[in-house]
């Protein structure tokens, strides 16, 4: 009887491809996760190891394990981009993705299909078939980059098939989500982006030297231009503009009514007329002048020195950076995080209280505080703290374990001596 019952219950949890995660499936032992494989997909008559019942059908040559740990990582990048679209995000046709097991029989299929430049790449995207097609292995970071690059320029073309996109709007989301990491929040990402792109260290220099980047010239390129001016400036431009949308809800909004202009087939310039461009464009100057700078001088070089164990001189640095643009609360936080490392609980305490004032939704914030408090001999406070995170973070363990730590701690001093 009892055998019956948990096959039952391995059974159910098996039909919702939704309920396995790629963290999970990849703490199981190599024996489970091929015998999990074998549960969702299926071998073609070209060797291919086809996923079934996901939101991405990946098809792979190497193994099953491999098609369902890409299916399960490109499922997670679907959710994690469409969630970044308040009015939603469906498409009609399934997104297709071929994995081939080496670099031969990848250029062998592009050679087949008449596809030029190839050679160079780790991937690409087929427009003319709406196909990403791949080789290698999905845990490779690089791998990821260009998964998650290539499936944001798929999913926008899915997604708007009346229209072309503008090429600033297209590849300044596919620069952006290239480093996206689904588990985060959407203010998450867009802030390890502006830590992680190179593209950051560009505009910034660009803008020391008085340059910034031309909106309206940006806006009125289509994709022939585009191709024509094919350089870095302008990817780091795009990259940058969808930065500072992406950076607030109004940006957000905005990025929002372009996309569904271009599904009903309206031209942007509808959306985005002369008037608004100039003025997104003195908008977006400011933000390269003030948050861009700040990541690129101050924020920036600070966590690399810290990375290698020069935390005083980070603290230092971020200093001068925060007095130097004291609208903006990331420097504080991020000093806060520095002090902490150094045991200086209440001086963390102090800037993460700053934060707040200016910010209380700044991603980790309540995390961090919660931390801090404990430290500084605050548990109800950190408590309070621990469960805000917690109601944004359900999953969090570390978060969970402080908010142990902090009952704990509120349990003994309220014990009467003795
Ligand atoms: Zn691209």
């Not at 099953?64 to 009015?87: C, H, N, P, V, W």
């Not at 944001?152 to 300044?172: A, D, F, I, M």
């Not at 408590?383 to 374990?401: F, G, M, Y």
């Amino acid at each position: 009887m009892r055998r019956v019952a948990v096959l039952v219950l391995i059974g159910s949890c098996l039909v919702q491809g939704a309920s396995l995660t790629l963290d999970q499936f990849r703490q199981m032992t190599p024996s489970d996760q091929e015998k999990m494989a074998r549960r969702y997909t299926q071998r073609d008559r070209d060797d291919f190891w086809r996923v079934e019942g996901f939101k991405y059908q990946v098809r792979a040559q190497g193994s099953s394990e491999q098609a369902l740990e890409i299916a399960l990582l490109m499922d997670e990048f679907y959710d994690s981009f469409a969630r970044t679209f308040k009015g939603g995000f469906s498409i009609a046709t399934q997104p297709r993705l071929y994995v081939f097991a080496d670099r031969d029989a990848y250029l062998e299929f592009m050679k087949v299909r008449d596809v030029d430049g190839a050679e160079p790449t780790g991937g690409m995207y087929l427009t003319s078939d709406r196909l990403l097609v791949t080789f290698a292995k999905a845990t490779d970071e690089h791998l990821k980059q260009m998964l998650f690059h290539e499936a944001t320029h798929q999913l926008l073309h899915t997604y708007t098939v009346k229209r072309s996109l503008p090429p600033w709007y297209n590849e300044g989301m596919a620069t952006n989500f290239q480093l996206w990491e689904p588990s985060r929040s959407l203010r998450e990402n867009v802030r390890m982006a502006i830590i992680e792109s190179h593209y950051r260290s560009q505009v910034a220099a660009e803008a020391r030297e008085g340059k910034l980047p031309d909106l309206q010239a940006l806006a009125a390129m289509d994709g022939d231009d585009w191709l024509e001016n094919f350089d870095g400036a302008n990817y780091a431009a795009a990259w940058s503009f969808v930065n500072f949308l992406l950076s607030s809800e109004d940006g957000q909004r905005r990025l929002d009514r372009v996309l569904r202009a271009l599904k009903k087939g309206t031209p942007v310039e509808k959306v985005m007329p002369p008037a608004v461009v100039r003025k997104l464009e003195r908008q977006w100057h400011e933000d390269i002048r003030t948050r861009l700078m700040l990541y690129d001088e101050f924020i920036a070089p600070a966590l690399h020195a810290a990375s290698e164990g020069q935390v005083d001189e980070a603290i230092a640095h971020l200093e001068v950076g925060i007095a130097g643009h004291p609208s903006l609360p990331d420097g504080r936080f991020y000093r806060a995080r520095l002090l902490l490392e150094k045991d200086r609980f209440a001086e963390a305490l102090a800037d993460l209280e700053a934060v707040a004032e200016q910010d209380a939704d700044f991603p980790d914030l309540h995390l961090l505080l919660g931390r801090a408090a404990l430290a500084a001999g605050d548990p109800a406070k950190a408590r309070s703290h621990l469960q805000t995170h917690l109601r944004s973070h359900r999953d969090d363990q570390q978060a969970k374990e402080l908010l142990r730590e902090a009952n704990r701690t509120l349990r003994t001093a309220t014990r009467p001596a003795g």
